[in-house]
């Protein structure tokens, strides 16, 4: 007999995260959690999901043709199937379990330690200029009105003044959903899209940088660290986010950035302000007036000559089937992604046309998350094998011409 098995690579362990300055302790059990959920999210995405397609196939789809006597018009009809389907069913619960066993994990563990993480948050921060915050911003309405992905308090709140302990719980936990594959400081994206634009445009030589959304910083750092001679600005509304990133990085030794508490759709930074203006994994988590506002924000904040990038999931097109678009959908209904569905229906070539960038310097690439092997200011020369280990994103962007 002729058995085929399939291998999956595992993911590497958590215990290879850098533990900077400002991580938390884990405990032997916590990091077992840690390693099962990494493992989980592996199986259930290599294994378990590709399996919702045969259900779709053999089951949903022909079932829906007979009772309705046509196919599927919009994803919405199909989701509506597919959640009856018992196979869609077991794998949408365990991956909604992944997620709220991460945060349980994560939360117990950063909130025991609260009180010691923040002191020496606090420590790294005083005196700093590069740390700003600004009580008068205020967190966005779609930010508050639910904990995005699971995440108990969301980015912004503080259970007590000072308190990083959302920070450090998305620090540790970002490497279960990800199964290890942005690297040892999760910072696989920013790397890669600073190797696209030192490779594709070694002349660009940005001397002011905004990050929006900058969240902790995990994709913020490589770019300063690739461009060591620039001004990085990094802006985000969460509070403990920005305290612990701003430690994160003065333990790392990187100090071409500061952190500010700013509001991306109204930052009241002067116009032509940036020679460069990114945005990583953020403009998913804003609604659909956000995105438009900061789009505009962001012409407005750019030089002439000045480049703006989006790192996402790709876009939903006519071409990409409903089914594929039902199951990337996902997020939307059962992870506290309210707008995810909303962002990647958006043809972000209108969204910048309409914004104010020249139609014809649109452009939209795909990048790989660089792993932990590679020189990242050095261009990619061939693809390095690494066992299916790193994520792969959209880009999208403009130059301001
Ligand atoms: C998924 S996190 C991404 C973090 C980061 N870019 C990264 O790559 O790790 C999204 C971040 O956007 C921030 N955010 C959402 N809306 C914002 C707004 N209007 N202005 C500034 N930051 C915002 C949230 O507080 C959160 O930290």
């Known amino acids: 007999m002729n058995a085929k098995t399939t291998t999956l690579p595992v993911p590497p362990v958590w215990s ?14 916590e990091i077992a959690r840690y390693n099962f959920l990494a493992n989980l999210n592996k199986h259930l995405s290599g294994v378990i999901a590709p399996g919702n397609r045969l259900a779709y196939e053999k089951r949903v789809k022909p079932r829906f043709q007979a009772e309705h006597g046509r196919d599927f018009q919009n994803r919405d009809e199909v989701r ?23 945060q349980q994990n994560g939360r117990t ?8 993480l923040a002191e020496k948050v606090q420590k790294l921060n005083a005196g700093k200029a590069t740390l700003v915050l600004n009580p008068d911003v205020k967190v966005p309405h779609y930010l508050t009105i639910m904990d995005n992905h699971c995440m108990p ?30 690297g040892k400081l999760t910072d696989g994206g920013g790397k890669a899209i600073s190797q696209w634009l030192l490779s594709h445009h070694p002349d660009f030589k940005p001397r002011r940088i905004l990050d929006i959304g900058c969240g ?20 985000d509304v969460g509070v403990p986010m920005l305290r612990y990133g701003h430690a994160r990085a003065q333990a790392l030794g990187i100090k071409n ?26 403009l998913h988590e804003t609604s659909f007036k956000a995105i438009h506002r900061i ?18 999931q790709p876009q939903y097109t006519p ?48 990048v790989r998350a660089v792993n932990d092997l590679e020189d990242f200011t050095k261009p990619r020369p061939t693809e390095v094998e690494d066992y299916g280990r790193s994520a792969v994103w959209n880009v999208f962007g403009a130059w301001k011409k």
């Open 80 to 102: 509506a199937e597919m959640k009856h389907d018992p196979y869609y069913q077991t794998w949408s619960a365990l991956r909604r379990t992944t997620m709220e066993m991460r």
């Open 257 to 282: 950035v500061t952190f500010m508490q700013l509001d991306a759709a109204n930052t009241g930074f002067a116009d032509a302000s940036f020679d460069w203006i990114q945005t990583t994994m953020f």
């Open 319 to 366: 071409e990409m089937d409903l089914f594929e678009q039902t199951i990337r959908d996902w997020d939307a209904f059962y992870n506290n992604e309210p707008f995810w569905g909303v962002m990647h229906d958006i043809d972000p070539a209108t969204l910048m046309a309409e914004s104010g960038f020249n139609k014809e310097t649109f452009f939209q690439i795909g």
């Open 153 to 182: 308090g969301s980015y912004h709140t503080e259970l007590f003044e000072g308190d990083v302990s959302a920070a450090a719980n998305y620090d540790t936990g970002l490497f279960v959903t990800t199964a290890g594959g942005l």
């Open 16 to 29: 290879n995260i850098t533990q900077h300055e400002v991580f938390p302790i884990a405990t032997h059990d």
């Open 216 to 235: 902790l910083g995990h994709n913020t750092l490589p770019i300063a660290q690739a461009y060591p001679d620039a001004e990085v600005v990094a802006i």
């Open 295 to 312: 789009m505009r924000e962001i012409y407005r904040m750019l030089t002439d000559g000045g480049i703006t990038m989006h790192i996402e």
């Open 109 to 116: 563990m950063t909130i025991r330690q609260a009180p010691e």
